[in-house]
């Protein structure tokens, strides 16, 4: 095994193997305690109708219904938020997918008019906002809304990040890699797939090709083909099999580009810089 393969494994604890039962229960346990610990009676969470939001929703959903049993209180509820830019053009998905998690509550918010004023207010000063800016735009938007709905009704807002997304760095800092818990951390693409498996979630949620689906000109790009990576590669990197140089030189590169995403904002007191 690569040095820093070793090393990456170790940072996002991911396992090369997993039961997917009990890494539901933990998921579900763990999203219970924070509430109980934190007082907070609820769960947010942006649904695009992708594998991962798919996945932490239905665990948020578990979590909620556990604890109105286990309480007697009607006040825990899971909030799913539609969050598109215009219209959606993978919108069957994301319906599909709140169905499927049967959330408690379903809420709508455009981004599109405040993703819009905010690019025409920065641009009022001769900048120049490509799309690539746009879509982190977008990231930030959405998760301000998040967190505005977790506000209003004393929730947390749920994260969808896990180890292969982590390791890429293949996130909005400060947009979809904000959140209060992340239930999906230690877990990746693969295993992902098998809890959604074992939770018997439609297929086609799952083994559809993964899209951040943030820029404009290019709506439906493969997670793969902007990382330069197979999300089995990806996987299998982190299960600490063996991957082809180029695919762990990629993986590496990545994982030392976005090393920053990773970290709390910067002092002085820090080594980050080092």
Sequence with gaps: ????????????????????????RRSVDFLKAYLKKTGLKGLV???????DSTLAGKLSELAMTELRQETGSDAYKFIAVRLPYGVQADESDAMKAIEFMGADQVERVDIKPATDAMTT?????????SDFNKGNIKARERMTAQFA???????????TDHAAEAVTG????????????????????RQGKQLLAYLKAPETLYTKVPTADLEDDRPALPDEVALGVRYDDIDD???????????????EG??????????????VYDTFWK
């Design 45 to 51: 969470l942006g649904i695009s109708g992708g594998q």
């Design 149 to 159: 709905i977790a506000g209003a009704n004393g929730a947390a807002v749920v994260g």
């Design 237 to 251: 990197y982190l299960e600490g099999k063996t991957v082809s140089d180029q695919a762990a030189e990629t993986i």
């Design 1 to 24: 095994m690569r040095k820093l393969q070793a090393e990456i494994i170790d940072a996002l604890k991911v396992s090369p193997s997993i039961d997917p039962e009990t890494e539901v």
């Design 170 to 189: 293949f996130y909005t800092k400060f947009g979809d890699g904000a959140a209060d818990v992340t239930p999906l951390w230690r877990l990746n693409k």
């Design 121 to 129: 207010a920065v641009e009022a000063n001769s900048e120049t906002i």
């Design 254 to 267: 990545w994982y030392v580009k976005t090393s920053h995403k990773r970290h709390l904002p910067i002092n």
